[in-house]
T-cell receptor
Framework: AQSVTQLGSHVSVSEGALVLLRCNYS??????LFWYVQYPNQGLQLLLK??????LVKGINGFEAEFKKSETSFHLTKPSAHMSDAAEYFC????????????FGAGTRLFVKA | EADIYQTPRYLVIGTGKKITLECSQT?????MYWYQQDPGMELHLIHY???????EKGDLSSESTVSRIRTEHFPLTLESARPSHTSQYLC???????????????FGPGTRLTVL
């Protein structure tokens, strides 16, 4: 069965610094991978997703993620953090063996310091 | 901008009460979901529906029930609330007819339930 591990429940960066949020997945078949963001008192919204094709995926708000099959990873990055990026970020996976149901990680809360 | 609504946003209720959490979407999506979210924990799928009159239990055991009589409406009911039901409940929908499993899910703002 597939699973998702997000390394670090909290990450703190300075404004303008690189953002790196780590996600590793477990799947025995080609996975579909997602990053969602949740701002306070709101539901989740999609940042980006990998389905097939190019392994470097660009999303909204300057975020991108790279699917690395050999490392079973899908880390989320942004070159320069902005105060408005402070939120909780969820990595998710779905695949054929799980009936294509989406499995979410526990989330990583990003803090951005001025 | 996704159009998916949940009411109430916050609910404090006593043990033993029956409650219904409402979820509606105006996007015509065939798939709808209920998740339970607790701080620092994975979102857990508790119910899903792939269309009218179709409902399934998710991976996390839940004492709640759901119905899907209309495409746009997917209410969740707890017959007798208990303190262990205290949590945030998120509703989501998806559609589009693309590759199975690649749907973007659109989430409502959630209902924070506290059972005293």
């Amino acid at each position: 069965a597939q699973s998702v591990t997000q390394l670090g429940s909290h990450v703190s960066v300075s404004e303008g610094a690189l953002v790196l949020l780590r996600c590793n997945y477990s799947s025995s078949v080609p996975p579909y991978l997602f990053w969602y963001v949740q701002y306070p008192n709101q539901g989740l919204q999609l940042l980006l997703k990998y389905t097939t094709g190019a392994t470097l995926v660009k999303g909204i708000n300057g975020f991108e993620a790279e699917f690395k099959k050999s490392e079973t990873s899908f880390h989320l990055t942004k070159p320069s953090a902005h105060m408005s990026d402070a939120a909780e970020y969820f990595c998710a996976v779905s695949d054929r063996t799980g009936g294509f149901k989406t499995i979410f990680g526990a989330g990583t809360r990003l803090f951005v310091k001025a | 901008e996704a159009d998916i609504y949940q009411t109430p946003r916050y609910l404090v209720i006593g043990t033993g009460k029956k409650i219904t959490l409402e979820c509606s979407q105006t996007m015509g999506h065939d798939k709808m979901y209920w998740y339970q979210q607790d701080p620092g924990m994975e979102l857990h799928l508790i119910h899903y529906s792939y269309g009218v009159n179709s409902t399934e239990k998710g991976d996390l055991s839940s004492e709640s029930t759901v119905s899907r009589i209309r495409t746009e409406h997917f209410p969740l009911t707890l017959e007798s609330a208990r303190p262990s039901h205290t949590s945030q409940y998120l509703c989501a929908s998806s559609g589009g007819g693309g590759l199975a499993g690649t749907d973007t899910q659109y989430f409502g703002p959630g209902t924070r339930l506290t059972v005293l």
